[in-house]
């Protein structure tokens, strides 16, 4: 299955015109062509794409996902340590633990927020709390995110001063102690974090409020209620669990998406998130940091659907059933 | 990066309609009158930010503009250029052409240290020359150095190179080229070694953090060779969006920033309090916008044609338009007020009437009544291509109008930039480009206009070939002598004019807003740009920002 997937991105890649040497910046009549092509030559670009292919394989076999073109030849996956010990971090190495927490973070709000909130719209289904919940998710879903963030960050950043704008950290962050260095992490990661789980919130705070519309017509809830269960208890107790169940399919397909970043809302935050490394890569034509995001990307999505299925049995006992006697 | 400038252009606007309908900020630095008088003290630091992050910060290999930015305040070369871009010594004292014009010997001062106190010398020089050339290495700029035939050290203080015949254009490559030290380097992959990332120069600073995807904090170099700087601390931040930038701007997190014209023409004139602490100043750049023809193909090859349409393309108002009157309409490739642009050129005026009667003369006749003309049967029909450049665009479209009036149908096409080189520019299936050159201070233009730079991959890619250019793109090469020199370049873009290969659409102002707690700024910008004496600068102890509370 991984192979399949590398062959197919790997050509399309090769597929869009140019390389690494035909980038804005090489458009300068003082590089001459002969230097290109000496490039060219040094990362085995003037070979068939086949063979190049080959190459790569060779390289992922003893897990080795290369150097970058563009970036002075960065690890693309892990640190390196040279001869006199200067540690290179590699670039997934770097990115990924910055857009993993910031996403994490995000679908952790967006969950606590969209459980409530679809729970109290299907128990008020067609009340005006139902409606207004449905208007807000929708205001939020339309609104496109960097235009938000922007306003946010006038707002909050340059009128008021109570957040800062872009970046990761304080330029003396390294000088704080570390209750500060909190305070300043998750200030600087507030709006970054906040924006997309906005945003996000209408599609779970529906999935919630269907399921539960769905689970609430069941027959054990009339039943539940017949034999005189408390509503409390019908619905945190008998129906939650039941409207919880899709949630685990639609976690296990954000998995990809925890790791993929957003190019939009990191190139205006200024996060050097995985968004930005792979949207600058393929501008690039930096084929081995794409490849090595696409696999790892890959790798990911399929252990983040048999975690799904394991989840799905492990919550669902008609469905370990249906295993044990298969 | 194309497909974002879409989404840009669209954020600065929603922007800019949001902070139009805003109350302004207040907070007590607007009490601060930043027009008075204050002592000249060194300290403080400077913010500022940068679209991307450099790769390395040797720049003979790293090869793009964010690299040489940060490197250019770590590194020094042998030559540098004054504020009216004419050449002096940076590492060198003096040099000497000899007679024959082939043999340049370059003095170093004495007593040059690197950062870490090792000596800096000649056998530097050599290693950096050796670096640049080295094959493996493969470096973008090595041609100009391959020319090189020997070069020589008879003395730590001395270093002397030979050509094969005389490169007038030597001497900007010598002052291009950042020179390294051997004592660290000798030996080293220059692709992956982690000196780039940990550079120890000679400059008025060194990197004293690099802290990837966020900032670089430069600080003072006690050895600098050119004795110190006023500011303590260069920090740069990376802040990929230009609106997110100008948001730190405006809260008074960083000091300076490139501006976009609708932002230095619209938005900070009108808001007082931008007013009030920003200053905006405006160079010209060494890059212009041209619209190219592809002299390949019919009708571009009759020069009659190509005069024509220059007559009925109205520069002013791309200027205007476009860039909103921060541009200026040349006549020769070269930036005004400098020794080589040939100060008798004027460009063609706007005039419908002799490009109608131009096209005539070629025989283009509307013979059906349609409003374009024809030839032989056939209508006088292109397509502009350009990359994906909003500016490029909107220039295209008003070309295109311009153009219809004299009866000459245009499409537009906009292409992302890796396709439009590969598919377009190298394959020379094209009929008229809008593009730009950014180009270096030397006048030599050789890649770009002889006709012996024509092949797939070389800048001749509009295929120009006139003997009386190659001829002067030779002598030009070959003259050493300033005042010769430039009466080849002035003779150079006379022809080039009159021949019209090119149309110059405009050249446009570099634009920066700083921040008026920096003091010592040249204004009006000299030839060379505000930054010629940006070691001057200073930031009075009094409007210092509070580094405490400095996101």
Request: aromatic share 10%; net charge neutral.
């Amino acid at each position: 299955m991984l192979v399949g997937i590398s062959l197919i991105s790997f050509f399309i890649m090769h597929l869009a015109p140019g390389d690494i040497t035909s980038n804005e910046a090489a458009f300068n009549p003082k590089a001459s062509e002969e230097s290109r092509q000496k490039l060219r030559e040094m990362y085995n670009l003037d070979k068939p794409i086949i063979v190049q292919y080959g190459l790569w394989l060779k390289r992922m076999l003893t897990l080795d996902f290369g150097q970058s073109f563009a970036s002075h030849q960065k690890p693309v996956f892990w640190q390196t340590t040279d001869a006199e010990g200067n540690v290179t971090e590699g670039l997934i190495q770097q990115a990924l633990p910055i857009t993993l927490m910031i996403n994490l973070l995000g679908l952790a709000i967006t969950l606590s927020l969209a459980i409530p909130l679809g729970i109290i719209a299907a128990r008020k289904y067609q009340g005006w709390q139902d409606r207004s919940i449905t208007l807000f998710n929708f205001i939020g879903f339309s609104i496109p995110g960097f235009w938000l963030s922007l306003l946010l960050m006038y707002w909050l950043g340059v009128v008021n001063n109570w957040f800062p704008i872009s970046g990761m950290h304080s330029l003396n962050y390294e000088s704080l102690d570390t209750w500060d260095k909190i305070k300043d992490t998750f200030s600087h990661l507030f709006l970054p974090v906040v924006i997309p789980s906005i945003t996000g919130l209408a599609g779970i705070t529906l999935f919630v409020k269907n399921g539960m519309l769905d689970v609430l017509q069941q027959d054990y809830i009339t039943t539940a209620r017949a034999k005189g269960l408390g509503e409390h208890k019908v619905v945190y107790t008998h129906a939650l669990r039941n409207a919880l169940l899709p949630l685990i399919t639609i976690i296990g397909l954000s998995i990809p998406g925890l790791i993929g970043g957003s190019v939009i809302a990191e190139t205006i935050f200024a996060i050097p998130g995985m968004g930005k490394l792979f949207y600058d890569a393929v501008l690039m034509r930096d084929f081995p940091v794409v490849m090595g995001i696409l696999t790892i990307g890959s790798a990911l999505t399929l252990v983040g659907n048999l975690l799904a299925d394991v989840a799905y049995a492990w919550a669902d006992p008609r469905v370990r059933r249906g295993v044990a006697k298969t | 990066m194309p497909p974002l400038s879409n989404l840009k252009i669209a954020v600065s606007l929603s922007f800019i309609l949001f902070i139009a309908g805003c109350h302004s900020p207040t907070d007590n630095k607007n009490l601060i009158d930043y027009n008075a008088q204050f002592p000249k003290i060194s300290g403080g630091t400077l913010i500022n930010a940068m679209t991307g992050e450099p790769s390395g910060l040797i720049s003979m290999i790293a090869g793009e503009s964010a690299s040489s930015a940060i490197s250019s305040n770590i590194f020094n070369s042998l030559l540098k250029y004054d504020k009216n871009l004419e050449l002096e010594g940076d590492l060198v004292e003096h040099w000497d052409i000899s007679t024959d014009q082939k043999t340049i010997t370059f003095k170093l001062k004495s007593n040059l240290k690197w950062a870490d106190n090792n000596p800096l010398t000649s056998a530097d020089v050599l290693f950096t020359w050796q670096a640049v050339t080295n094959e493996k290495n493969a470096s973008p700029y090595a041609s100009d150095f391959l020319l090189v035939k020997k070069a020589e050290t008879p003395d730590p203080q001395t270093f002397r190179v030979t050509y094969e015949q005389a490169y007038a254009p030597a001497l900007d490559s010598w002052a291009g080229l950042q020179i390294l030290p051997k004592h660290l380097l000798e030996g080293k992959d220059l692709h992956t070694t982690a000196f780039a990332r940990n550079p120890v120069g000679s400059h008025y600073y060194k990197l004293d953090s690099w802290k990837h995807g966020e900032h670089l904090k430069l600080s003072r170099n006690a050895n600098s060779v050119l004795g110190p700087a006023q500011i303590d601390n260069l920090v740069t931040r990376i802040i990929p969006d230009n609106s997110a930038q100008f948001l730190e701007l405006m809260a008074d997190n960083i000091d300076l920033m490139g501006l976009d014209p609708i932002k230095y023409s619209r938005i900070i004139p009108a808001r007082p309090e931008l007013q009030k602490k920003l200053a905006l100043y405006k160079e010209l750049g060494n890059s212009y916008t041209y619209m190219g023809f592809n002299l390949k193909h019919k009708p571009f090859d009759d020069v009659r044609v190509r005069r024509a349409i220059n007559y009925a393309i109205d520069k002013q108002e791309i200027i205007d338009g476009v860039y909103l009157g921060l541009g200026i309409n040349i006549a020769s490739p070269y930036k005004p007020g400098t020794r080589w642009s040939n100060p008798t050129l004027t460009p063609y005026p706007y005039d419908p009437a002799k490009a109608r009667a131009l096209l005539k003369e070629a025989g283009f006749t509307d013979s059906n009544g349609d409003g374009i003309l024809e030839r032989d049967g056939k209508p006088f029909s292109f397509e502009i291509i350009t990359n994906q450049n909003k500016e490029r665009e909107k220039s295209a479209v008003l070309i295109q109008r311009r153009l219809k009036e004299v009866g000459i149908d245009v499409q537009i096409r906009a292409i992302e930039w890796a396709s439009f080189i590969s598919r377009f520019i190298k394959t020379g299936d094209f009929d008229v480009v809008v593009l730009g050159w950014g180009l270096g201070l030397d006048p030599d233009q050789y890649n770009i206009w002889h006709s012996s730079q024509q092949a797939p991959g070389q800048f001749n890619f509009i295929g120009y070939n006139n003997p009386k250019i190659d001829k002067l793109l030779e002598q030009g090469r070959l003259e050493l002598n300033p005042d010769k020199r430039m009466d080849i370049y002035h003779q150079f873009a006379a022809t080039l004019l009159e021949d019209c290969p090119i149309i110059y659409l405009s050249a446009g102002y570099g634009l920066t807003a700083i921040h008026k707690r920096v003091k010592g700024i040249d204004d009006p910008a000299p030839p060379a740009g505000i930054g010629h004496n940006s070691q001057d600068w200073y930031i009075p102890q009094s409007l210092r920002r509070n580094e405490i509370s400095a996101h």
